[in-house]
């Protein structure tokens, strides 16, 4: 039976923050510059572990360096327009080490209500994998645990018969495993187009489901349209400047992506359906030059066999679902019907989606990335500070 630790009321944090992501973080060093005592609970054995343990090899940030940095914290001035991997981790382990932030891992948050007698947050938490269960109370909460907290795999007809490899993006490194094999992409994101490109690059047979319309930027088209925002540029306008660069730098993409653009435009897309646009860091060339497949939607497996839409079967030894993630706030997080919606991410409307009621606060679900994750964490800080 799991036995319920209560914690040191002399040392109640005044802020318990959900998730040591980035979001977490940031919020953490917030909080901390104006010595406002907060605790961070991590389900993981290490902050940041989607950079840290579950992102691809190649990843750089999409976005160029000044719209990602954290609060406080400028990145240094050596550091790469698009950063890699690598420094970013090593960016956000000097940013741990700079603001003395100590999450405690291994912390799953079972459940969490507000106490209407106490005013205050009553968070249930699992230690690892032990029965062993802590409670913790305070008076503000923040969710930060991310857009990418739980991986999600689509029910595919026939996946369990599936005679090779399935694995979800989180589990892939880079394609030199792959080499000479078959292998299928599920999914046309960020993370499936690049993965797709890597294995192209390290001799994989490889083909990519592409199923929507999508919209296709290059990375300077990316840096131009933050830049033209920040100016207070009208995202009417950038959507249809964007357009137009795509459409001159790629021309017709149907011709090879089967697909044509959305009728909304890249800002458009992305407010409405939380759709972010596709950063081509080469795969285009590769789906020109025929080295990487398109194929339409998957309906079923047989086998080894993939069977699309089209009524096409193709055989495949190693399936990629670049499908994205869930988040499972609405479990645990009991009596908010105002501030997250079924799928986790903020109901009020862009700028003032991160806060709720009862000292509740969300950081980093704004959809926004890195430069969203600095905001809110600075808005939160500061409004939590206004109110002691």
């Not at 249930?124 to 109370?137: L, Q």
């Not at 590769?286 to 079967?313: H, W, Y």
Request: hydrophobic fraction near 35%.
């Amino acid at each position: 039976m799991a036995t319920l630790t209560h914690h040191d009321h002399n040392q109640e944090p005044i802020v318990i923050i959900v998730g040591a992501g980035p979001a977490g973080l940031a919020t953490a060093a917030c909080l901390t510059k104006f010595s406002i005592p907060n605790l961070i609970l991590e389900k993981e054995d290490c902050y940041s572990p989607m950079w840290k343990k579950y992102a691809y090899d190649r990843l750089h940030l999409h976005l160029a360096k000044q719209f990602c940095q954290l609060p406080h914290f400028p990145f240094p001035s050596s550091f790469p327009t698009y950063l890699p991997k690598k420094e970013f981790i090593q960016y956000l382990d000097d940013y741990v080490s700079h603001f003395n932030i100590n999450p405690l891992f291994k912390r799953t948050v079972e459940s969490v209500c507000f106490d209407e007698s106490t005013k205050k947050w009553n968070v249930k938490v699992r230690i690892g994998n032990s029965g062993e269960v802590e409670g913790y109370f305070s008076k503000f909460l923040v969710v930060a645990t991310g857009e990418a907290s739980y991986p999600f795999i689509p029910k595919v007809p026939g996946l369990e018969s599936f005679k090779g490899e399935a694995i979800h993006t989180t589990q892939y490194k880079n394609g030199e495993k792959f080499k000479g094999k078959s292998v299928l992409v599920v999914g046309c994101g960020n993370s499936g187009m690049e993965i797709a490109l890597d294995l192209a690059n390290c001799g994989a047979k490889t083909s990519i489901i592409v199923r929507g319309p999508i919209h296709l930027i290059s990375r300077e088209m990316g840096y131009l349209a933050l830049m033209l925002s920040k100016f207070k540029v009208p995202y009417t306008v950038v959507d249809s400047i964007m357009v137009m660069l795509s459409k001159v730098i790629y021309g017709d993409i149907s011709k090879y992506y089967r697909v044509s653009r959305p009728k909304e435009g890249p800002f458009a897309s992305k407010a409405k359906y939380g759709k972010y646009p596709v950063v081509d860091v080469g795969t285009y060339q590769k789906i020109k030059s025929g080295e990487i497949q398109v194929l339409p939607a998957m309906t079923r497996i047989a086998g080894n066999d993939a069977v699309f839409e089209n009524g096409k079967s193709h055989q495949f030894d190693v399936i990629v679902f670049a499908t994205g993630f869930k988040r499972t706030t609405q479990k645990w997080l009991q009596g908010d019907d105002y501030l997250l919606n079924e799928e986790g991410f903020p109901k009020p409307e862009f700028p003032e989606h991160w806060m709720g009621k009862n000292g509740l606060y969300c950081v980093g679900l704004s959809r926004r990335g890195l430069d969203g994750i600095a905001f809110d964490s600075q808005n939160v800080a500061t409004h939590i500070n206004s109110l002691l």
